[in-house]
């Protein structure tokens, strides 16, 4: 079934990151893991695209404004078709194609180059506009972290839909409860996102960030709510990676293959699991 | 170059921006406008009336408003987007940065009340380093013309070349330094006066002022060029040094401080391709205030009075 297949896909996804971090001996573990589920799912399932055909006017666009979570993006364009899984390997080498944040001019299949956060949702406002101004069906996805809505222009763009009623938005919130320093909560709490974005006007969808269907299902009706939504992922940072979950500062890691190695055979192992 | 010098124009620069924009507009179904509660302000109305499918007044949100202008962009449109000077530099600059010019894309920032033409808004709304930090930005274009008959040439010319644009003025009428119809060309200034003693190069409002001290330096048997340096960046070099060799001393003025804009674009281009003495002619290490223009002009030593006194220091130490 299609949840099933989305499943399969999300740890392809994540083994990819994980090995590219590590050929680069480091990375942005823990929101690029935790990222790794709606990717599959956009990419899969949600979005109207053509890897052959990364500029094609008709696509729905992506933008992923925690920029820093690249790698993540970079496994699932290369997962689903816009390139050779072995670019991957050269994350962050000098003159690479894939730089560790995200950059249009490099990367076939980034729509958008992110990496100051809070700009991605302004960029894909424009976009959505855009394509509307122009008569395409085309949708824009923006994807932010938790501790992301604490950057002002996010609710600058969040009101800008609202009053424009772009129905052809959609914000997904990664809801992973944590920042670089540490803990939301602790650092500058972002109370109750699904009241907050209620409240600016838009369509608050909630949904399990660690589980395929339940994001397919958020997506969808987002899709079909005839106003821009707000998708809020429950998400653990670092989810799914046996060496990053465990560690409360998983924002930045240094990664070996070894580490990487066994990381991918639990995620197989795990996936074995959930599929007998 | 012909010059009609020292008239008043009977039309609003802004006024003659929304021609220009809306004639673009017409041209090219792409071009889009976009405002931040500013549209009185600047005058856009027009533009909301022609084309209301491609006017967009954003709200006070300058940080989304540049990044949605970048947005836009990515899909095909080509967007103008108005704000206050001091705001659409300052307050929106890593989005002008990063949204716009780092990604390649194609967008048109106007700051307006450029330098002392904010008057009565006074200091929080006064640029005087929107052209410097502007001027740092890989690819970015910064232009600022002398007066209204220049203004539409580069509406125009911002519609058709792709890529980032800022662009700087006043809103108000501004004294007529060109003929109606008259050519310019992006990245080439436009020699308005020939003198071999000194070259003042100029920009925006101090054209006018830098040829009326090149009247005043006349009568003391100075002869001076005036250059108006309209495009800020890149900036003309080539003119430049061909005005250092002539003339072996320069000054330049503008409505902006001297860190950073014009003034610091011809030193650097001198610096290394022909050290001559020179004078900027500038805010010096000062917030704007509030005032009548006439007032600020000269508490900022901007009148061409300043000018010319610039000249014979400049000249005084070539000798």
């Known amino acids: 079934m299609e949840a099933d297949r989305l499943t399969g896909a999300a740890a392809e996804i994540r083994k990819l990151t994980i090995r590219a971090m590590a050929a680069a001996g480091y990375g942005h573990i823990g929101g690029s893991m935790s990222v790794c589920e709606v990717l599959a799912v956009l990419y899969g399932a949600v979005m109207r695209i053509d890897p052959a055909r990364p500029d094609w006017e008709e696509r729905d666009r992506l933008v992923l404004s925690k920029g820093h979570c690249g790698p993540a993006l970079y496994a699932a364009l290369a997962h689903y078709g816009y390139f050779d899984p072995a670019l991957l390997l050269t994350l962050n080498a000098n003159g690479t194609l894939l730089p560790s944040h995200c950059d249009r001019l490099k990367t076939p299949g980034v729509d958008l180059s992110t990496g100051s956060l809070g700009q991605g949702v302004s960029l894909g406002l424009g976009a959505a506009l855009g394509c509307r101004m122009k008569g395409l069906s085309s949708r824009a996805y923006v994807i932010v972290g938790d501790g992301e809505l604490q950057e002002g222009q996010v609710w600058e763009g969040v009101q800008f839909a609202a009053h424009r009623n772009l129905d052809n938005f959609t914000l997904v919130v990664d809801a992973n409860k944590r920042q670089l320093d540490g803990y939301v909560e602790d650092i500058c709490r972002g109370f109750d996102l699904e009241r907050k974005f209620g409240a600016f006007g838009l369509a608050a969808l909630e949904a399990d960030g660690q589980d395929c269907g339940s994001i397919l299902e958020a997506l969808t009706k987002a899709k079909e709510c005839g106003r821009p939504a707000a998708v809020i992922l429950d998400t653990e940072k670092g989810q799914g990676c046996c060496f990053a979950e465990t560690v409360p500062f998983n924002h930045y890691m240094n990664i070996s293959s070894e580490m990487a190695e066994e990381a991918c055979r639990e995620i197989d192992r795990k996936l074995a699991e959930v599929r007998r | ?202 920009c925006g409002i101090l054209v006018h002022e830098s040829l009326v001290a090149a009247e005043l330096l006349r009568q003391e048997g100075i ?44 030193a650097e281009v001198l610096g290394e391709r022909r050290p001559v003495p020179l004078e900027r002619v500038g805010v010096k290490e000062s917030f704007g205030e509030i005032g009548t223009q006439d007032y600020l002009m000269k508490k900022f030593g901007l009148t061409a009075g300043d000018i010319a006194q610039a000249v014979k220091r400049a000249v005084r130490r070539r000798n």
């Open chain 2, 1 to 202: 170059m012909s010059a009609l010098r020292y008239e008043q124009d009977t039309i609003e620069m802004r006024a003659r921006y929304c021609d220009a924009l809306v004639e673009a507009a017409r041209e090219n179904p792409r071009v889009v406008a976009m405002d931040v509660d500013t549209s009185a302000s600047m005058g856009t109305a027009p533009f909301y009336a022609a084309y209301p499918e491609r006017a967009i007044n954003c709200g006070i949100m300058e940080a989304n408003a540049v990044g949605v202008a970048a947005g836009l962009s990515s899909v095909g449109y080509v967007p103008f987007l108005h704000a206050f000077g001091a705001f659409a530099s300052r307050r929106a600059y890593d989005q002008a940065f990063l949204s716009c010019a780092y990604q390649n894309l194609n967008v048109k920032i106007i700051g307006m009340d450029a330098g002392v033409t904010a008057t009565v808004n006074g200091g929080t709304h006064m640029p005087l380093e929107d052209m410097g930090v502007m001027r740092c930005i890989p690819g970015m274009t910064v232009v600022e013309p002398a007066d209204g008959a220049m203004l539409p040439y580069l509406v125009r010319h911002m519609a058709q070349t792709y890529g980032c644009f800022y662009l700087r003025f006043g809103r108000k009428k501004l004294m007529r330094v060109y003929g109606d119809g008259e050519d310019f060309t992006l990245g080439r200034a436009i020699k308005l006066r020939d003198g071999r003693d000194a070259a003042i190069v100029a």
């Open chain 2, 223 to 266: 002869e001076v060029a005036v250059l108006d340096m309209h495009t800020v960046k890149p900036v003309d070099a080539d003119a430049i040094e061909a005005a250092a060799r002539l003339c072996g001393a320069i000054v330049t003025a503008e409505n902006h401080n001297v860190i950073g804009g014009l003034g610091s674009a011809v």
